[in-house]
Structure formats: C-alpha cells, structure tokens
C-alpha cells in the first residue's frame, strides 16, 4: 500500500488521478498514524517551503518521515517534496528536513544574468539527461521524454552524485534525486503524461 502525505501545501489531487491511472492502491492522510503500515510514501508538494515547514511539524509529519527514512523505507518526493528534504531554502530563509546534504536557492541568485534571459518560474516541458548510474525509478522511461515543471527555486546539492537527471533552463536543473531510499523529483510526474506514469509506476511497483 502506497501512502500519500497531505499537509496542506496541494498538488495532492493529480498525484492520486495518476495513481488510480495505474490501478494503484493508496492511502491519503494528513495523519502519520495512518500511514504507519505503509510500504512507501509519496510527498508532494507545491508552494511556499516556510508555510511547508510549519505544517510538517505542526502535523508531526517531520518526526514521522525523519523515522520511517530511517528505518530504509522508500519516499519519493515530488516539487516542493523533492526540495525541503534537503538542509535550507533560500525561500523564507529556511531550515528543511535535512535528510539530504544541500541548499535551495533562486534561480537568479544562482545566476544573476538570467534575469534577462529567461523567465522564472520555470514553466513548461523540459527533457532530462541522465547522470551518475542508473536510478531505478527512471527504469524504461525514454531517453528523449518531457517532463513538466513549474518552480522557481533550484536543488544544489553538496554531493552531486546524487542527481540522477538534469534539464537544461539557463543552467543545469537537477530534476531526478537518489539518495539511499530517498527519490525525488523536481518535476510533476503525475502531470507528464506516459512518461510521468511510469516514474510513479517503477517507484510504487518496483
């Protein structure tokens, strides 16, 4: 069984569309009780990661996810998922769950001369190269697949081995995260189509 993580930050309801897509049973819950039996969990997210923060914690989400990270069970992390597993965001000056070593930052802190070169957030399709290994969740997925994203901050991590798949917005956008059990993408898979599906499908199957 496949747990979900609502702690009020959205992206909640394609996330559950795609996995009935794939006839893949689940839990939605905003408390860690009842996911507690789990095999794995997805934790979406959108929006602000102060706001994120404070329901995690508020929710007892943080303590839950930091044990069952642990304990070796698989969570993959999708948007604003795939961001605040890692150490600090420069958004709202935040410290994250730091279960990756690593910072977010803005794209334009990143690069300042981007400012004039390309719109941030960075909306729209994008494809991937591939980087460090295999990832398992990107098993059978098409080199040349699109993948949709909408976010205007940026994974940095201290270990770059653990980026998996990059895309190309200016400058190099990790887009695919493994660390041990930890997956994570700065994508919606649940909103790119066939390809998309099958990153959701290798992740909850495999």
Same mark, same amino acid.
């Given at each position: 069984?496949?747990? #979900?993580? $609502?702690?009020? =930050?959205?992206?909640? =309801?394609?996330?559950?569309? @795609?996995?009935k897509a794939l006839n893949i049973e689940y839990i939605l819950s905003k408390n860690p009780e009842e996911?507690?039996?789990? !095999? *794995?969990? &997805?934790?979406? +997210? $959108?929006?602000? /990661? /102060?706001? @994120?923060? *404070?329901?995690?914690?508020?929710?007892?989400?943080?303590?839950?996810?930091?044990?069952?990270?642990?304990?070796?069970?698989?969570?993959?992390?999708?948007?604003? +998922?795939?961001?605040?597993?890692? $150490?600090?965001?420069?958004?709202?000056? =935040?410290?994250?769950?730091?279960?990756?070593?690593?910072?977010?930052?803005?794209?334009? =802190?990143?690069? !300042?001369?981007? *400012?004039?070169?390309?719109?941030?957030?960075?909306? +729209?399709?994008?494809?991937?190269?591939?980087?460090?290994?295999?990832?398992? #969740?990107?098993?059978?997925?098409?080199?040349? @697949?699109? %993948?949709? %994203?909408?976010?205007?901050?940026?994974?940095?991590?201290?270990?770059g081995t653990v980026v998996k798949a990059s895309a190309d917005y200016g400058i190099k956008v990790p /887009?695919? &995260?493994?660390?041990g059990n930890i997956f994570a993408c700065q994508f919606h898979p649940e909103k790119s189509g066939v390809?998309?599906?099958?990153?959701?499908?290798?992740?909850?199957?495999?």
């Amino acid at each position: 069984m496949i747990g #979900i993580i $609502d702690y009020n =930050t959205g992206n909640i =309801t394609s996330v559950e569309r @795609a996995l009935k897509a794939l006839n893949i049973e689940y839990i939605l819950s905003k408390n860690p009780e009842e996911l507690k039996d789990c !095999s *794995k969990l &997805i934790f979406p +997210g $959108d929006g602000d /990661a /102060a706001y @994120a923060m *404070k329901e995690l914690d508020k929710s007892g989400f943080t303590t839950f996810i930091k044990n069952w990270i642990k304990d070796g069970k698989p969570i993959l992390g999708i948007c604003l +998922g795939s961001q605040i597993i890692f $150490d600090w965001s420069e958004e709202g000056n =935040t410290n994250c769950l730091g279960f990756v070593k690593g910072k977010i930052r803005h794209f334009y =802190t990143i690069d !300042s001369s981007l *400012k004039n070169k390309l719109k941030v957030p960075h909306m +729209g399709w994008n494809n991937l190269e591939r980087s460090n290994g295999e990832c398992p #969740i990107l098993k059978d997925v098409p080199l040349n @697949a699109d %993948f949709y %994203f909408v976010h205007s901050y940026v994974i940095c991590p201290d270990d770059g081995t653990v980026v998996k798949a990059s895309a190309d917005y200016g400058i190099k956008v990790p /887009a695919v &995260i493994q660390s041990g059990n930890i997956f994570a993408c700065q994508f919606h898979p649940e909103k790119s189509g066939v390809p998309g599906l099958k990153i959701l499908e290798n992740f909850c199957n495999d």
